[in-house]
Protein backbone atom coordinates (compact mmCIF):
# COMPACT_ATOMS: atom_id res chain seq x y z
CA UNK A 1 0.00 0.00 0.00
CA UNK A 2 1.50 3.31 -1.12
CA UNK A 3 1.82 6.27 1.20
CA UNK A 4 -0.54 9.61 1.13
CA UNK A 5 0.48 12.42 -0.04
CA UNK A 6 -1.76 14.68 1.92
CA UNK A 7 -2.44 15.47 5.49
CA UNK A 8 -5.43 15.04 7.25
CA UNK A 9 -6.44 17.93 8.38
CA UNK A 10 -8.59 17.61 11.77
CA UNK A 11 -10.95 20.68 11.51
CA UNK A 12 -11.63 20.64 8.12
CA UNK A 13 -11.35 18.64 5.30
CA UNK A 14 -11.01 14.54 4.99
CA UNK A 15 -8.10 13.75 2.77
CA UNK A 16 -6.33 10.70 4.49
CA UNK A 17 -6.83 7.02 4.33
CA UNK A 18 -9.87 7.13 7.13
CA UNK A 19 -12.21 7.88 4.41
CA UNK A 20 -11.32 5.59 1.27
CA UNK A 21 -7.94 4.38 0.32
CA UNK A 22 -6.75 5.46 -3.64
CA UNK A 23 -4.04 3.05 -5.07
CA UNK A 24 -2.67 2.22 -8.03
CA UNK A 25 -2.72 -0.61 -10.58
CA UNK A 26 0.76 -1.90 -10.73
CA UNK A 27 3.30 -0.41 -12.51
CA UNK A 28 3.03 3.10 -11.57
CA UNK A 29 0.57 4.26 -14.20
CA UNK A 30 0.13 7.68 -12.53
CA UNK A 31 2.48 10.34 -12.11
CA UNK A 32 0.75 11.64 -8.69
CA UNK A 33 -1.64 9.92 -6.19
CA UNK A 34 -5.10 11.19 -7.27
CA UNK A 35 -6.78 13.62 -5.13
CA UNK A 36 -8.42 11.97 -1.98
CA UNK A 37 -11.58 14.17 -0.79
CA UNK A 38 -15.12 13.97 -0.09
CA UNK A 39 -16.80 16.87 -2.37
CA UNK A 40 -19.37 18.88 -0.49
CA UNK A 41 -22.36 20.12 -1.94
CA UNK A 42 -21.64 18.07 -5.01
CA UNK A 43 -25.99 17.42 -5.18
CA UNK A 44 -25.88 21.44 -5.97
CA UNK A 45 -23.12 21.14 -8.75
CA UNK A 46 -23.24 20.61 -12.38
CA UNK A 47 -22.80 17.08 -12.90
CA UNK A 48 -23.28 14.11 -15.80
CA UNK A 49 -25.68 11.78 -14.09
CA UNK A 50 -24.24 7.71 -14.90
CA UNK A 51 -27.32 6.27 -13.53
CA UNK A 52 -28.81 3.76 -15.60
CA UNK A 53 -28.01 0.56 -17.05
CA UNK A 54 -24.69 -1.35 -16.21
CA UNK A 55 -23.40 -3.76 -17.43
CA UNK A 56 -23.03 -6.74 -14.22
CA UNK A 57 -20.67 -10.08 -13.48
CA UNK A 58 -21.14 -12.05 -10.49
CA UNK A 59 -17.90 -13.12 -8.68
CA UNK A 60 -19.30 -16.54 -7.03
CA UNK A 61 -17.33 -17.04 -3.98
CA UNK A 62 -14.53 -17.28 -3.16
CA UNK A 63 -14.37 -14.13 -5.39
CA UNK A 64 -10.97 -15.30 -7.54
CA UNK A 65 -11.85 -12.05 -10.36
CA UNK A 66 -11.87 -9.59 -7.74
CA UNK A 67 -9.18 -11.24 -4.47
CA UNK A 68 -5.76 -12.80 -4.96
CA UNK A 69 -4.64 -16.28 -3.08
CA UNK A 70 -2.49 -13.52 -0.96
CA UNK A 71 -6.00 -11.66 -0.48
CA UNK A 72 -4.98 -8.30 -1.99
CA UNK A 73 -6.93 -6.89 -5.24
CA UNK A 74 -6.82 -8.21 -8.66
CA UNK A 75 -5.92 -5.27 -11.20
CA UNK A 76 -5.86 -7.78 -14.09
CA UNK A 77 -8.84 -9.66 -14.24
CA UNK A 78 -12.47 -8.07 -14.78
CA UNK A 79 -11.03 -4.73 -13.75
CA UNK A 80 -9.67 -4.84 -17.61
CA UNK A 81 -12.10 -5.35 -19.67
CA UNK A 82 -11.05 -7.29 -22.35
CA UNK A 83 -13.38 -9.24 -24.92
CA UNK A 84 -13.03 -13.18 -25.38
CA UNK A 85 -11.22 -14.16 -28.11
CA UNK A 86 -12.93 -15.90 -31.24
CA UNK A 87 -9.95 -17.39 -32.82
CA UNK A 88 -6.32 -17.21 -31.49
CA UNK A 89 -4.91 -17.02 -27.97
CA UNK A 90 -7.57 -18.46 -24.81
CA UNK A 91 -7.70 -15.26 -22.15
CA UNK A 92 -10.00 -15.05 -19.15
CA UNK A 93 -13.55 -16.17 -19.53
CA UNK A 94 -15.94 -13.07 -19.09
CA UNK A 95 -17.23 -10.09 -21.57
CA UNK A 96 -19.30 -7.52 -19.94
CA UNK A 97 -20.45 -6.32 -23.39
CA UNK A 98 -22.31 -9.03 -23.90
CA UNK A 99 -23.46 -8.99 -20.05
CA UNK A 100 -26.92 -8.62 -18.73
CA UNK A 101 -27.53 -5.06 -17.35
CA UNK A 102 -28.79 -3.38 -13.51
CA UNK A 103 -30.52 -0.34 -12.79
CA UNK A 104 -27.95 1.90 -11.34
CA UNK A 105 -28.66 3.27 -8.56
CA UNK A 106 -30.52 0.37 -7.15
CA UNK A 107 -29.44 -2.83 -5.35
CA UNK A 108 -28.77 -6.24 -7.18
CA UNK A 109 -30.92 -8.44 -4.54
CA UNK A 110 -34.62 -7.20 -6.07
CA UNK A 111 -33.98 -6.36 -9.60
CA UNK A 112 -32.13 -10.16 -9.75
CA UNK A 113 -34.45 -12.85 -8.20
CA UNK A 114 -31.28 -15.42 -8.68
CA UNK A 115 -29.32 -12.41 -6.31
CA UNK A 116 -32.48 -11.89 -3.84
CA UNK A 117 -30.41 -12.97 -1.24
CA UNK A 118 -26.75 -12.77 -2.50
CA UNK A 119 -24.27 -11.47 -0.74
CA UNK A 120 -20.94 -11.46 -2.29
CA UNK A 121 -18.59 -9.57 -5.38
CA UNK A 122 -20.75 -8.52 -8.03
CA UNK A 123 -18.74 -6.08 -10.55
CA UNK A 124 -20.38 -3.59 -12.73
CA UNK A 125 -19.22 -1.84 -16.04
CA UNK A 126 -20.25 1.24 -18.20
CA UNK A 127 -19.27 3.12 -21.11
CA UNK A 128 -19.12 6.58 -20.98
CA UNK A 129 -17.68 9.40 -23.38
CA UNK A 130 -15.70 12.68 -22.41
CA UNK A 131 -14.26 15.96 -23.17
CA UNK A 132 -11.81 16.61 -20.33
CA UNK A 133 -11.20 20.64 -20.19
CA UNK A 134 -7.98 21.95 -19.97
CA UNK A 135 -7.18 23.56 -16.47
CA UNK A 136 -9.66 20.84 -14.41
CA UNK A 137 -10.30 17.92 -13.01
CA UNK A 138 -13.05 15.47 -12.82
CA UNK A 139 -13.97 13.20 -10.29
CA UNK A 140 -16.58 10.25 -10.28
CA UNK A 141 -18.80 10.67 -7.22
CA UNK A 142 -20.41 7.54 -5.79
CA UNK A 143 -23.18 8.13 -3.28
CA UNK A 144 -22.85 4.83 -1.97
CA UNK A 145 -21.87 1.12 -2.63
CA UNK A 146 -22.31 -1.47 -0.26
CA UNK A 147 -20.00 -2.54 1.62
CA UNK A 148 -16.38 -2.41 -0.29
CA UNK A 149 -15.71 -0.49 -3.39
CA UNK A 150 -12.86 -0.81 -5.62
CA UNK A 151 -13.07 1.36 -8.88
CA UNK A 152 -11.13 1.13 -12.33
CA UNK A 153 -11.63 3.77 -15.16
CA UNK A 154 -10.00 2.53 -18.24
CA UNK A 155 -8.11 -0.53 -16.80
CA UNK A 156 -6.49 1.63 -13.73
CA UNK A 157 -7.35 1.52 -10.08
CA UNK A 158 -8.11 5.08 -8.85
CA UNK A 159 -9.68 4.16 -5.26
CA UNK A 160 -10.98 1.83 -2.85
CA UNK A 161 -13.89 2.60 0.10
CA UNK A 162 -15.18 1.01 2.59
CA UNK A 163 -18.46 1.21 4.49
CA UNK A 164 -21.92 1.09 2.70
CA UNK A 165 -23.91 4.42 3.52
CA UNK A 166 -21.91 7.46 2.50
CA UNK A 167 -20.70 8.89 -0.55
CA UNK A 168 -17.12 9.19 -1.74
CA UNK A 169 -15.13 10.71 -4.95
CA UNK A 170 -12.47 9.17 -7.14
CA UNK A 171 -10.24 11.24 -9.12
CA UNK A 172 -10.33 10.32 -12.37
CA UNK A 173 -8.29 13.44 -14.33
CA UNK A 174 -5.14 11.46 -15.24
CA UNK A 175 -6.96 8.49 -16.98
CA UNK A 176 -9.73 9.98 -18.77
CA UNK A 177 -9.23 10.93 -22.62
CA UNK A 178 -11.32 12.44 -25.31
CA UNK A 179 -14.16 10.02 -26.32
CA UNK A 180 -15.16 6.58 -24.81
CA UNK A 181 -13.79 5.64 -21.78
CA UNK A 182 -15.13 2.49 -19.64
CA UNK A 183 -15.64 2.32 -15.38
CA UNK A 184 -15.67 -0.83 -13.27
CA UNK A 185 -16.40 -1.22 -9.67
CA UNK A 186 -16.26 -4.48 -7.80
CA UNK A 187 -19.08 -4.18 -5.18
CA UNK A 188 -18.83 -6.59 -2.57
CA UNK A 189 -21.56 -7.23 0.29
CA UNK A 190 -19.73 -10.00 2.15
CA UNK A 191 -20.42 -8.80 5.70
CA UNK A 192 -17.16 -8.61 8.10
CA UNK A 193 -16.48 -9.61 11.92
CA UNK A 194 -14.47 -6.18 11.59
CA UNK A 195 -17.13 -4.31 9.27
CA UNK A 196 -19.28 -1.41 10.60
CA UNK A 197 -21.90 -3.08 11.21
CA UNK A 198 -20.15 -6.16 11.87
CA UNK A 199 -22.30 -9.36 10.70
CA UNK A 200 -25.37 -9.75 12.53
CA UNK A 201 -28.16 -6.78 11.58
CA UNK A 202 -31.57 -6.53 11.84
CA UNK A 203 -32.29 -4.81 8.20
CA UNK A 204 -31.84 -6.53 4.43
CA UNK A 205 -28.04 -6.00 3.48
CA UNK A 206 -28.92 -4.69 0.04
CA UNK A 207 -25.68 -5.08 -2.26
CA UNK A 208 -24.53 -2.50 -4.60
CA UNK A 209 -24.30 1.05 -6.39
CA UNK A 210 -27.44 1.97 -4.40
CA UNK A 211 -27.17 5.66 -4.72
CA UNK A 212 -26.31 7.59 -7.72
CA UNK A 213 -23.33 7.88 -9.91
CA UNK A 214 -22.07 10.57 -11.61
CA UNK A 215 -18.87 12.54 -12.96
CA UNK A 216 -18.09 16.48 -11.96
CA UNK A 217 -15.63 18.76 -13.11
CA UNK A 218 -14.06 21.51 -11.26
CA UNK A 219 -11.82 23.92 -11.99
CA UNK A 220 -7.72 22.95 -10.94
CA UNK A 221 -8.17 25.18 -8.10
CA UNK A 222 -11.78 24.12 -6.33
CA UNK A 223 -14.08 24.52 -3.27
CA UNK A 224 -14.48 20.77 -1.34
CA UNK A 225 -15.49 21.82 1.77
CA UNK A 226 -17.26 24.44 3.65
CA UNK A 227 -19.22 25.06 6.84
CA UNK A 228 -21.29 27.96 7.44
CA UNK A 229 -23.18 28.31 10.57
CA UNK A 230 -25.18 30.79 12.77
CA UNK A 231 -21.77 31.75 15.45
CA UNK A 232 -22.25 29.55 18.55
CA UNK A 233 -22.08 31.11 21.80
CA UNK A 234 -22.03 30.33 25.25
CA UNK A 235 -25.50 30.30 25.40
CA UNK A 236 -28.34 31.48 22.61
CA UNK A 237 -28.80 35.06 21.90
CA UNK A 238 -32.28 36.09 20.15
CA UNK A 239 -30.30 38.84 18.75
CA UNK A 240 -27.18 36.96 17.38
CA UNK A 241 -27.36 37.42 13.40
CA UNK A 242 -23.10 36.70 12.87
CA UNK A 243 -22.73 33.74 10.67
CA UNK A 244 -19.60 32.09 10.54
CA UNK A 245 -17.51 29.05 9.20
CA UNK A 246 -14.92 28.33 6.81
CA UNK A 247 -14.48 27.37 3.05
CA UNK A 248 -11.82 25.20 1.91
CA UNK A 249 -10.06 25.31 -1.47
CA UNK A 250 -7.97 22.06 -3.02
CA UNK A 251 -4.82 23.63 -4.52
CA UNK A 252 -5.35 27.11 -4.07
CA UNK A 253 -2.02 29.52 -3.47
CA UNK A 254 -2.10 30.77 0.18
CA UNK A 255 -4.27 34.20 0.03
CA UNK A 256 -6.59 33.14 -2.31
CA UNK A 257 -9.86 35.30 -2.25
CA UNK A 258 -13.08 33.78 -1.34
CA UNK A 259 -16.45 35.51 -1.51
CA UNK A 260 -19.03 34.82 1.21
CA UNK A 261 -22.40 36.01 -0.55
CA UNK A 262 -26.04 35.41 1.15
CA UNK A 263 -27.88 38.36 -0.53
CA UNK A 264 -30.78 37.81 1.11
CA UNK A 265 -29.88 38.31 4.63
CA UNK A 266 -27.46 41.49 3.03
CA UNK A 267 -24.49 39.41 4.02
CA UNK A 268 -21.25 39.18 2.15
CA UNK A 269 -17.52 39.17 2.72
CA UNK A 270 -14.63 38.18 1.36
CA UNK A 271 -11.70 36.16 3.16
CA UNK A 272 -8.12 34.63 2.48
CA UNK A 273 -6.78 31.25 2.65
CA UNK A 274 -4.17 30.38 4.99
CA UNK A 275 -1.19 27.75 3.66
CA UNK A 276 -3.48 25.32 4.27
CA UNK A 277 -6.41 26.23 2.05
CA UNK A 278 -8.69 26.84 4.75
CA UNK A 279 -10.39 30.44 4.41
CA UNK A 280 -11.89 31.22 7.77
CA UNK A 281 -14.71 34.38 8.13
CA UNK A 282 -17.40 35.89 10.12
CA UNK A 283 -19.94 38.16 8.92
CA UNK A 284 -23.28 39.74 10.65
CA UNK A 285 -26.54 39.30 8.15
CA UNK A 286 -28.73 42.48 8.36
CA UNK A 287 -31.88 40.60 8.91
CA UNK A 288 -31.80 36.45 9.79
CA UNK A 289 -34.53 34.80 9.71
CA UNK A 290 -33.85 31.38 12.19
CA UNK A 291 -35.15 27.55 10.76
CA UNK A 292 -37.42 26.19 12.12
CA UNK A 293 -40.34 23.27 12.12
CA UNK A 294 -42.57 25.78 12.19
CA UNK A 295 -40.34 27.95 9.62
CA UNK A 296 -38.21 26.44 7.56
CA UNK A 297 -36.66 29.22 5.96
CA UNK A 298 -33.47 28.10 3.64
CA UNK A 299 -31.03 31.13 2.34
CA UNK A 300 -29.41 30.89 -0.55
CA UNK A 301 -25.65 30.91 -0.29
CA UNK A 302 -22.88 31.61 -2.85
CA UNK A 303 -19.30 30.68 -2.64
CA UNK A 304 -16.56 32.24 -5.44
CA UNK A 305 -13.05 31.44 -5.64
CA UNK A 306 -11.15 32.04 -8.56
CA UNK A 307 -12.43 29.80 -11.62
CA UNK A 308 -15.11 28.00 -8.95
CA UNK A 309 -18.44 29.08 -7.70
CA UNK A 310 -21.46 26.74 -5.48
CA UNK A 311 -24.78 27.71 -4.73
CA UNK A 312 -26.20 26.09 -1.68
CA UNK A 313 -29.42 26.53 0.48
CA UNK A 314 -28.74 26.52 4.21
CA UNK A 315 -30.80 27.09 7.25
CA UNK A 316 -29.49 28.78 10.09
CA UNK A 317 -30.15 27.85 14.07
CA UNK A 318 -29.19 27.14 16.97
CA UNK A 319 -29.57 24.38 19.02
CA UNK A 320 -28.37 23.37 22.72
CA UNK A 321 -29.24 21.56 26.20
CA UNK A 322 -30.39 23.04 29.33
CA UNK A 323 -30.31 21.13 32.18
CA UNK A 324 -33.27 18.34 30.93
CA UNK A 325 -34.17 20.65 28.15
CA UNK A 326 -33.77 20.55 24.34
CA UNK A 327 -33.53 24.28 23.37
CA UNK A 328 -34.44 25.30 19.26
CA UNK A 329 -33.15 28.86 18.70
CA UNK A 330 -33.68 29.35 22.63
CA UNK A 331 -36.73 27.80 23.00
CA UNK A 332 -38.05 24.16 24.76
CA UNK A 333 -39.03 21.51 22.08
CA UNK A 334 -40.84 18.37 22.34
CA UNK A 335 -39.73 16.21 19.38
CA UNK A 336 -42.89 14.01 18.09
CA UNK A 337 -40.56 11.44 16.25
CA UNK A 338 -40.69 8.28 14.31
CA UNK A 339 -37.58 5.53 13.31
CA UNK A 340 -37.26 5.44 9.53
CA UNK A 341 -34.86 3.25 7.68
CA UNK A 342 -34.05 3.96 3.76
CA UNK A 343 -36.50 1.46 2.31
CA UNK A 344 -38.13 2.74 -0.54
CA UNK A 345 -42.29 2.46 0.12
CA UNK A 346 -44.28 -0.08 -2.16
CA UNK A 347 -41.23 -0.69 -4.42
CA UNK A 348 -38.66 -2.14 -1.90
CA UNK A 349 -35.24 -1.76 -1.46
CA UNK A 350 -32.85 1.05 -0.87
CA UNK A 351 -34.90 4.65 -0.78
CA UNK A 352 -32.60 6.30 -3.27
CA UNK A 353 -35.16 8.42 -5.68
CA UNK A 354 -37.32 11.69 -5.15
CA UNK A 355 -40.19 10.00 -5.24
CA UNK A 356 -39.08 7.73 -2.74
CA UNK A 357 -38.16 10.48 -0.59
CA UNK A 358 -41.49 12.70 -1.41
CA UNK A 359 -43.39 9.41 -0.20
CA UNK A 360 -41.68 9.36 3.23
CA UNK A 361 -42.13 12.83 4.24
CA UNK A 362 -46.01 12.63 3.03
CA UNK A 363 -45.83 10.24 5.45
CA UNK A 364 -44.30 11.82 8.22
CA UNK A 365 -45.98 15.05 7.41
CA UNK A 366 -49.65 13.18 7.81
CA UNK A 367 -48.06 11.90 11.39
CA UNK A 368 -47.66 15.38 12.76
CA UNK A 369 -43.57 14.78 13.37
CA UNK A 370 -41.56 17.58 13.64
CA UNK A 371 -38.58 15.12 14.05
CA UNK A 372 -37.07 11.71 12.48
CA UNK A 373 -34.33 9.29 13.28
CA UNK A 374 -32.67 7.75 9.95
CA UNK A 375 -31.72 4.47 11.68
CA UNK A 376 -29.14 3.43 11.65
CA UNK A 377 -26.72 4.52 9.10
CA UNK A 378 -26.05 7.82 7.58
CA UNK A 379 -29.27 7.77 4.48
CA UNK A 380 -29.56 9.07 1.50
CA UNK A 381 -28.47 12.84 1.25
CA UNK A 382 -32.43 13.45 -0.51
CA UNK A 383 -33.87 12.87 3.38
CA UNK A 384 -32.22 15.53 4.34
CA UNK A 385 -32.37 18.30 2.01
CA UNK A 386 -36.34 16.88 2.32
CA UNK A 387 -35.92 17.60 5.85
CA UNK A 388 -34.52 20.99 5.55
CA UNK A 389 -37.58 22.49 3.40
CA UNK A 390 -40.35 20.37 5.39
CA UNK A 391 -38.75 21.91 8.78
CA UNK A 392 -38.31 18.29 10.53
CA UNK A 393 -35.87 17.87 12.85
CA UNK A 394 -32.88 14.95 11.82
CA UNK A 395 -30.92 12.12 13.89
CA UNK A 396 -28.35 10.84 11.92
CA UNK A 397 -26.52 8.04 13.07
CA UNK A 398 -23.25 5.81 11.98
CA UNK A 399 -23.69 1.97 11.76
CA UNK A 400 -22.12 1.00 15.27
CA UNK A 401 -25.30 -1.53 15.67
CA UNK A 402 -24.68 -3.64 19.18
CA UNK A 403 -21.79 -5.77 18.46
CA UNK A 404 -19.25 -4.19 16.55
CA UNK A 405 -15.08 -4.76 17.09
CA UNK A 406 -14.16 -2.52 19.61
CA UNK A 407 -10.99 -3.75 21.28
CA UNK A 408 -9.55 -3.34 17.09
CA UNK A 409 -7.19 0.16 16.39
CA UNK A 410 -8.25 -0.44 12.86
CA UNK A 411 -12.33 -0.70 13.59
CA UNK A 412 -12.12 2.27 15.94
CA UNK A 413 -10.20 3.96 12.56
CA UNK A 414 -12.86 2.85 10.33
CA UNK A 415 -15.40 4.00 12.44
CA UNK A 416 -14.01 7.55 12.43
CA UNK A 417 -13.87 7.72 8.86
CA UNK A 418 -17.49 6.88 9.03
CA UNK A 419 -18.01 9.89 11.17
CA UNK A 420 -16.24 12.33 9.44
CA UNK A 421 -17.80 11.38 6.14
CA UNK A 422 -21.79 11.81 7.93
CA UNK A 423 -20.87 14.98 9.62
CA UNK A 424 -18.40 16.34 6.46
CA UNK A 425 -21.60 15.94 4.14
CA UNK A 426 -24.34 16.76 6.32
CA UNK A 427 -23.11 19.58 8.29
CA UNK A 428 -24.51 22.35 6.71
CA UNK A 429 -28.23 21.20 6.97
CA UNK A 430 -30.23 23.03 9.48
CA UNK A 431 -32.29 20.01 10.15
CA UNK A 432 -29.51 17.99 11.52
CA UNK A 433 -29.79 18.23 15.14
CA UNK A 434 -27.88 15.64 16.25
CA UNK A 435 -25.05 13.08 15.90
CA UNK A 436 -25.83 9.52 16.87
CA UNK A 437 -22.82 7.34 17.69
CA UNK A 438 -24.38 3.81 18.08
CA UNK A 439 -27.20 2.03 18.70
CA UNK A 440 -27.65 -0.68 21.08
CA UNK A 441 -24.10 -1.22 22.01
CA UNK A 442 -23.05 -3.60 25.12
CA UNK A 443 -22.08 -2.30 28.02
CA UNK A 444 -18.26 -2.93 28.84
CA UNK A 445 -15.48 -0.90 29.78
CA UNK A 446 -13.64 -1.47 25.63
CA UNK A 447 -16.89 -0.10 24.53
CA UNK A 448 -17.43 2.45 26.46
CA UNK A 449 -14.21 4.15 25.78
CA UNK A 450 -14.27 3.53 22.22
CA UNK A 451 -17.66 5.36 22.03
CA UNK A 452 -16.76 8.25 24.30
CA UNK A 453 -13.05 8.83 22.40
CA UNK A 454 -15.61 8.77 19.27
CA UNK A 455 -17.98 11.42 20.93
CA UNK A 456 -15.22 13.51 21.39
CA UNK A 457 -13.67 13.50 17.68
CA UNK A 458 -17.76 14.01 17.28
CA UNK A 459 -17.67 17.65 19.01
CA UNK A 460 -14.12 18.34 17.16
CA UNK A 461 -15.61 17.93 13.94
CA UNK A 462 -18.60 20.24 14.82
CA UNK A 463 -19.49 21.84 18.36
CA UNK A 464 -22.45 23.12 17.77
CA UNK A 465 -24.94 19.83 17.26
CA UNK A 466 -25.84 17.44 19.95
CA UNK A 467 -24.52 14.59 20.68
CA UNK A 468 -26.45 11.22 21.61
CA UNK A 469 -26.96 7.60 21.37
CA UNK A 470 -29.55 4.85 21.57
CA UNK A 471 -28.91 2.65 24.38
CA UNK A 472 -30.49 -0.23 25.45
CA UNK A 473 -28.15 -2.74 27.84
CA UNK A 474 -28.05 0.33 30.65
CA UNK A 475 -31.20 -0.40 32.68
CA UNK A 476 -30.87 -1.95 35.16
CA UNK A 477 -34.07 -3.73 35.94
CA UNK A 478 -35.10 -4.07 39.56
CA UNK A 479 -38.84 -4.98 39.62
CA UNK A 480 -40.74 -2.20 38.07
CA UNK A 481 -37.89 0.15 38.68
CA UNK A 482 -35.48 1.04 35.57
CA UNK A 483 -31.90 2.54 36.25
CA UNK A 484 -29.99 3.85 33.43
CA UNK A 485 -26.28 4.28 34.56
CA UNK A 486 -24.96 3.03 31.38
CA UNK A 487 -21.46 5.63 31.67
CA UNK A 488 -21.49 6.22 27.91
CA UNK A 489 -24.71 8.93 29.27
CA UNK A 490 -21.91 10.58 30.11
CA UNK A 491 -20.44 11.49 27.16
CA UNK A 492 -23.67 12.24 25.79
CA UNK A 493 -25.63 15.88 25.26
CA UNK A 494 -29.06 13.66 25.00
CA UNK A 495 -29.83 10.01 25.81
CA UNK A 496 -31.68 7.43 23.81
CA UNK A 497 -33.67 5.12 25.36
CA UNK A 498 -34.22 1.58 23.33
CA UNK A 499 -36.67 -0.23 25.22
CA UNK A 500 -39.73 -2.73 24.32
CA UNK A 501 -41.84 -3.22 27.56
CA UNK A 502 -44.86 -5.55 26.38
CA UNK A 503 -43.28 -7.05 23.16
CA UNK A 504 -39.78 -8.58 24.63
CA UNK A 505 -40.00 -7.86 28.15
CA UNK A 506 -42.96 -8.07 30.56
CA UNK A 507 -46.51 -7.72 29.54
CA UNK A 508 -48.26 -3.97 28.21
CA UNK A 509 -50.21 -3.61 31.50
CA UNK A 510 -46.36 -3.82 33.70
CA UNK A 511 -45.71 -0.60 31.41
CA UNK A 512 -48.27 1.40 33.60
CA UNK A 513 -46.32 0.28 36.60
CA UNK A 514 -42.66 1.05 35.43
CA UNK A 515 -40.40 3.58 36.88
CA UNK A 516 -37.68 5.44 35.15
CA UNK A 517 -34.40 6.98 36.62
CA UNK A 518 -32.09 8.79 34.48
CA UNK A 519 -28.93 11.23 34.64
CA UNK A 520 -30.22 14.76 34.74
CA UNK A 521 -29.95 14.70 30.91
CA UNK A 522 -32.83 14.92 27.71
CA UNK A 523 -34.54 11.51 27.46
CA UNK A 524 -35.61 10.69 24.19
CA UNK A 525 -37.82 7.42 23.77
CA UNK A 526 -35.45 6.02 21.02
CA UNK A 527 -37.75 3.09 20.02
CA UNK A 528 -40.53 0.84 21.26
CA UNK A 529 -43.13 -1.13 19.87
CA UNK A 530 -44.62 -4.37 18.79
CA UNK A 531 -44.96 -6.41 15.80
CA UNK A 532 -48.34 -6.50 13.83
CA UNK A 533 -49.71 -7.64 10.27
CA UNK A 534 -51.80 -5.56 8.33
CA UNK A 535 -55.03 -6.12 7.85
CA UNK A 536 -54.76 -8.87 10.70
CA UNK A 537 -57.26 -8.29 13.86
CA UNK A 538 -58.18 -10.37 16.77
CA UNK A 539 -58.18 -9.01 20.72
CA UNK A 540 -55.70 -6.97 22.27
CA UNK A 541 -54.06 -9.92 23.93
CA UNK A 542 -53.44 -11.64 20.39
CA UNK A 543 -49.79 -11.30 18.82
CA UNK A 544 -49.21 -10.22 15.21
CA UNK A 545 -52.82 -8.35 15.51
CA UNK A 546 -52.56 -4.44 14.95
CA UNK A 547 -55.60 -4.58 17.92
CA UNK A 548 -52.60 -5.68 20.51
CA UNK A 549 -50.24 -2.76 18.93
CA UNK A 550 -51.98 -0.45 19.52
CA UNK A 551 -52.62 -1.94 23.61
CA UNK A 552 -49.21 -1.69 23.86
CA UNK A 553 -48.50 1.70 22.79
CA UNK A 554 -51.47 2.96 25.22
CA UNK A 555 -49.90 1.48 28.12
CA UNK A 556 -46.10 2.74 26.23
CA UNK A 557 -48.15 5.91 26.87
CA UNK A 558 -49.25 6.02 30.16
CA UNK A 559 -44.88 4.97 31.41
CA UNK A 560 -43.56 7.77 29.02
CA UNK A 561 -45.86 10.74 30.17
CA UNK A 562 -44.57 9.50 33.89
CA UNK A 563 -41.47 10.34 33.05
CA UNK A 564 -40.13 14.08 33.82
CA UNK A 565 -37.13 14.46 31.30
CA UNK A 566 -38.56 12.92 28.49
CA UNK A 567 -38.26 15.17 25.52
CA UNK A 568 -39.07 13.10 22.69
CA UNK A 569 -40.92 10.15 21.54
CA UNK A 570 -39.72 7.60 18.48
CA UNK A 571 -41.34 4.40 17.96
CA UNK A 572 -39.71 1.72 16.07
CA UNK A 573 -40.96 2.39 13.06
CA UNK A 574 -42.57 3.94 10.33
CA UNK A 575 -42.85 1.12 7.69
CA UNK A 576 -42.80 -2.35 7.88
CA UNK A 577 -39.25 -3.10 6.39
CA UNK A 578 -36.92 -6.41 5.03
CA UNK A 579 -34.91 -8.52 7.79
CA UNK A 580 -34.23 -11.82 6.74
CA UNK A 581 -34.02 -13.02 10.32
CA UNK A 582 -38.05 -12.41 10.68
CA UNK A 583 -39.08 -16.13 9.23
CA UNK A 584 -42.90 -16.26 10.57
CA UNK A 585 -44.59 -17.41 7.54
CA UNK A 586 -47.54 -15.30 6.76
CA UNK A 587 -46.80 -12.93 9.40
CA UNK A 588 -43.41 -11.37 8.77
CA UNK A 589 -42.34 -13.49 5.47
CA UNK A 590 -38.99 -11.52 6.02
CA UNK A 591 -39.97 -8.58 7.18
CA UNK A 592 -39.74 -7.08 10.63
CA UNK A 593 -43.56 -5.76 11.25
CA UNK A 594 -43.09 -2.96 13.81
CA UNK A 595 -44.00 -0.23 11.46
CA UNK A 596 -47.04 2.15 11.80
CA UNK A 597 -47.30 1.54 7.95
CA UNK A 598 -46.87 -1.70 6.18
CA UNK A 599 -44.41 -2.26 3.29
CA UNK A 600 -47.49 -1.28 0.60
CA UNK A 601 -48.24 1.43 2.10
CA UNK A 602 -51.61 0.20 3.84
CA UNK A 603 -51.57 2.30 7.16
CA UNK A 604 -52.11 0.25 10.47
CA UNK A 605 -54.00 1.56 13.25
CA UNK A 606 -51.46 2.39 15.15
CA UNK A 607 -50.33 5.12 12.58
CA UNK A 608 -53.72 6.63 13.80
CA UNK A 609 -53.00 6.47 17.40
CA UNK A 610 -49.50 8.38 17.12
CA UNK A 611 -51.05 10.97 14.37
CA UNK A 612 -53.89 11.98 17.18
CA UNK A 613 -51.10 12.07 19.90
CA UNK A 614 -49.12 14.26 18.33
CA UNK A 615 -51.85 16.07 16.82
CA UNK A 616 -52.41 16.76 20.42
CA UNK A 617 -49.39 17.10 21.35
CA UNK A 618 -50.14 14.58 24.60
CA UNK A 619 -47.06 12.05 25.23
CA UNK A 620 -44.69 15.19 26.71
CA UNK A 621 -43.62 18.06 27.56
CA UNK A 622 -40.86 20.65 26.40
CA UNK A 623 -40.18 21.50 29.80
Known amino acids: MIAFHRAYNSRLPIRSALIFIYLFATGGAFGQQPLQTLLVGIDHRSVTSLNGEWHYLVDQSPARALYMASGEINDKSYALNEHPNIVGKHNQEYDFATAPTLKVPGDWNTQVPQLFNYEGVLWYERDFDAAPRPNSRTFLHIGAANYRSHVWVNQKRVCDHEGGYAPFDCEVTSVLHPGSNFVVIAVDATRLVDGIPSVVIDWFNYGGLTRDVSLVTVPHAFIDDYDIHIAHGASFDPKNS ?182 RRDRNKASVILWSLSNETPNNPTRTKFLMDLANEARKLDSTRLITSAIIGGPRPNGMERVNDDPLCDALDVIGQNEYIGWYAMTPEDADKIHWTFPQKPVLMSEFGAEAKAGNHGAVNQRWTEEQQVFVFEHQFVMLRKIPQLRGTIPWILMDFRSPGRNIPRLQDGYNRKGLIAEDGKMKQAFTQFRKAYAEHSLGKPQ
Open 242 to 423: EIAGYVHLVDAAAGTAVTIDIPEANAKTTAATDAEGNASFSIKADRLTLWSPESPKLYEVELRAGEDKLTDHIGFRDIRVDGTRILLNGKAVFLESVNVHAEAPVRGGPANTDQDVSTIFSYLKELHANFVRLAHYPHDERMEREADREGIMVWSEIPNWQNISFAKPDVYAKDVAMLKEMI
